[in-house]
């Protein structure tokens, strides 16, 4: 199944303990194609300024992403800068947003667009997100949404009206908490659902993330990284794995959308080893399996067998 992805096309200006970058090629829908490419067919639509290079257009199409809905307005490209704590590298704080051309605007999308049975919302203004699922003919077969701090503090009413239009919901940790009032991510994650989104996704930073399905909770840790560069784009990249994945295999039972979250946390975890998609944009197959063999073989344990009782000792 066809993927499509609508979000945000930025030049980041970054600082993290490993360094600072200025205006690199960054964006919620960047990240989430870079990622999703590897696993199914994307295609992209976004907006950016008249300053926007043609050497990044074509990282941009990269791995065949079809980038034809991406318009150039008049204008700056959408600006992001961001400032990550030197002792913690999950928390960051946002120093400035620019709109710039993402101010005014109004995705229409064009009819090779209108079909995709996959529909990822990525992070960027929710009337956005909503104007696009809305435009979508036939609707869907699954729709899945990310978004952050910004949209959850000042838009929150229009942000909640287009989550309950989807069926999948990624957040992190902080963000879910705060947007439901909720002290644990289990009560958070159960207050979305209510609202509509069957399948929650947690995502906790170096400590992986945790799915919510039905009744059945799934725990993936992060794959280990020592050497973390930029920590910008790992929620987008583990969303593009994840949908990626998903939209390739045509098949929502619940071990598959297990594999899906452990193929997220993977992706996710090659992002951070770069600036921009320095890393996660150049991978071999053969890295994506060696870790997702490395998180199977993180999580395996020996069940319990038959008449096995956990108390050797009796009373
Ligand atoms: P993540 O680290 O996964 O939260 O994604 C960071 C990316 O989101 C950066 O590349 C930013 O350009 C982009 N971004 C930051 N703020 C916004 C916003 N308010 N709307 C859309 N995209 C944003």
């Not at 999703?36 to 300024?49: E, P, R």
């Not at 699954?142 to 949209?151: G, K, P, R, S």
């Amino acid at each position: 199944m066809s993927l499509l992805v609508v979000g945000s096309v930025a030049y980041d200006s970054v600082t993290t303990a490993a360094g600072s970058r200025t205006d690199s090629l960054g964006g919620s829908a960047l990240y989430f194609s870079a990622s999703a490419s590897y696993f199914t067919n994307v295609s992209l639509v976004a907006v950016v300024g008249e300053d926007f290079s043609e050497a990044d257009r074509k990282t941009l199409s990269t791995r065949e992403v079809d980038i034809s809905g991406l318009e150039t307005a008049k204008g700056e490209t959408f600006r992001w800068e961001g400032i990550y704590n030197t002792k913690n590298l999950n928390s960051r704080e946002t120093i400035e947003t620019q709109l710039n051309v993402f101010a005014n605007f109004s995705p229409s999308l064009a009819k090779n667009n209108i079909s995709h049975p996959c529909l990822f919302l990525a992070n960027i203004d929710p009337v956005l997100q909503h104007e696009v699922l809305t435009q979508m003919n036939p609707k869907p077969r699954i729709v899945a949404l990310d978004t952050m701090d910004y949209w959850i503090n000042d838009h929150k009413d229009n942000l909640s009206k287009t989550i309950e239009n989807v069926d999948v919901l990624f957040m992190d940790e902080t963000e879910i908490k705060s947007f439901t009032s909720k002290p644990n991510i289990f009560s958070a994650a159960q207050a979305v659902r209510d609202m509509g989104p069957r399948l929650v996704l947690v995502k906790r930073g170096e400590y992986g993330a945790v799915m919510f399905n039905e009744g059945d909770v799934f725990s993936v840790p992060a794959f280990p990284v020592e050497d973390v560069i930029d920590p910008t784009g790992a929620g987008d990249s583990f969303a593009g794995g994840f949908m990626g994945y998903l939209s390739n295999m045509n098949d929502f039972s619940p071990e598959t959308l297990r594999r899906a979250a452990v193929i997220a946390s993977v992706m996710g975890s090659f992002t951070v080893e770069g600036f921009s998609t320095d890393r996660v944009g150049k991978l071999t197959r053969l890295e994506i399996e060696d870790r997702f063999r490395g998180i199977a073989g993180m999580t395996y344990f020996k069940p319990l067998e038959n008449q096995e009782e956990l108390f050797s000792k009796t009373n």
